[in-house]
Structures are given as C-alpha cells and as structure tokens.
C-alpha cells in the first residue's frame, strides 16, 4: 500500500509570501494529483503530474520520481486561497494499484 | 456543461437504516469514482465504475455498493449504517478510466448517521 506524508498540516502566512507544502509517498507511482478543497468541501483537481514540472497562474507543483517527492507552491499567495491542499497518488494503470491514495491534507490560511 | 452532481446534499438517518447516494457525472464522462471522507481517516476510496461495471474497489465493508447505469449516472449504497459511516461522500467522472485523466469532483453528499 502506498502511504502519502504531506507536510506542514498547517500554514499560516501573510498575504503576498511564497508558500510551499510538501508531499512524500513511498511506493512507485503512475501520477500524482493536487487537490484543492474549500470549506464546505468542493473538490477541485489543480495539478496531475507524472514527472517535471506544471504551472498554472500562481501556482507551481514539481515532482522528482526517483526521489519519491513532489512540492506544490503558491506564489504571491492571497486570502482566496485559504484551502486545503491534498496530494494523491495512483499507484499503477490497472488493479487495485489504480485508485487512489490521499495525504491527509495541508490547512493553508492566508492573512490579509 | 454541467458540472458533477450529487443528490441529496444532505442526509440524517439513524443506526441500522440504509441509504442511497445518487451521481450524475458530467456529460460524456464514462467513469465514476466514489470516495468518503472522514476527520479521522481523511479522503479513502470507495469504487470505480466505468461503462456499467466495477472496475475497482477499496476495503470497505460489504455493507458498502454500488451500481452505474447505462447513462453513466450512478449510485452508492450503505445498508445497516453504523454511527461511522458519518462522512461526506464525494464521487468524481472522468471521460475514460480514471488512470491519466483529470477527475471533477461533485460537491459531495453530506451523511449524518445518529
């Protein structure tokens, strides 16, 4: 079974700061997502990577495979992206190695 | 297009009754993956469906099912719920299997199990 380590569980930062959270899994992977999560509990997918490096508006999200490692950051972060940020993992293309395997999240608050 | 919806929003039943989920996944969406999330064990899936059929499964319980009709559109159910089947259920589409597609979530169905 793959287990997924985000860290820090919690972030606060001022408006304006570089923000980074971390994800760590310990199995090989077919792809990696990064999940945005507002109160209330909408989901939205961000990212899926399965090598290198993805951009989109502010946000950044870098994975290194051999080191079983991907980051997210937020650049000039701002109050609307108080979230939490989930990193998952798929394990392979078929069989149970498919679904998906969730870190337990990062609470991002953003101050204005 | 539409995106993912889930019905009811909202949902108490009491220990011991069933309940069924309802998904209707985006237009043109073949798969669709259900996932329950609780404070202590976070975000876990559930199943996958794809063109009718089960494509796969995590450990729950037998007490949890499921089904996906020939429009897509697919339900989940819990029969004799326990107190920790509290959760919010999400499920998300995909076009095909979801293995290197994007998935969009719905807004998810809240249980409250008393």
């Known amino acids: 079974k793959n287990e997924v380590e985000q860290s820090p569980q919690n972030l606060t930062a001022q408006e304006g700061e570089f923000i980074t959270i971390n994800c760590s899994y310990s199995v090989g992977i077919s792809a990696l997502h990064w999940l945005q999560q507002h109160p209330g509990g909408g989901i939205v997918s961000l990212f899926m990577?399965?090598?290198g490096k993805k951009k989109h508006g502010r946000l950044i999200a870098t994975i290194n495979i051999q080191e079983k490692h991907s980051s997210l950051h937020i650049t000039a972060s701002h109050p609307r992206d108080s979230a939490v940020y989930i990193c998952?993992?798929?394990?392979?293309?078929?069989?149970?190695?498919?679904?998906?395997?969730f870190g337990s999240g990062t609470q991002l608050t953003v101050l204005p | 297009k539409a995106g993912v919806t889930q019905t009811p929003r909202y949902l108490i039943k009491t220990r011991g009754q069933q309940v069924t989920l309802s998904c209707s996944p985006i237009?043109?969406?073949?798969?669709v993956s259900w996932y329950q999330q609780t404070p202590g064990q976070g975000l876990q899936f559930l199943f996958e469906y794809f063109s009718e059929t089960q494509r796969n499964k995590g450990n729950f319980p037998g007490r949890f099912s499921g089904r996906q009709f020939s429009n897509s559109r697919s339900e989940m159910n819990v029969s004799t719920l326990e107190l920790g089947d509290s959760a919010l259920y999400l499920c998300?589409?995909?076009?095909?299997?979801?293995?290197?597609?994007?998935?969009?979530f719905g807004p998810g169905t809240r249980l409250l199990v008393l």
């Open positions: 990577l399965s090598s």
């Open positions: 998300a589409s995909s076009l095909l299997l979801a293995t290197q597609e994007t998935q969009y």
């Open positions: 237009s043109g969406h073949r798969s």
């Open positions: 998952a993992v798929r394990g392979g293309p078929s069989g149970s190695a498919r679904q998906l395997t």
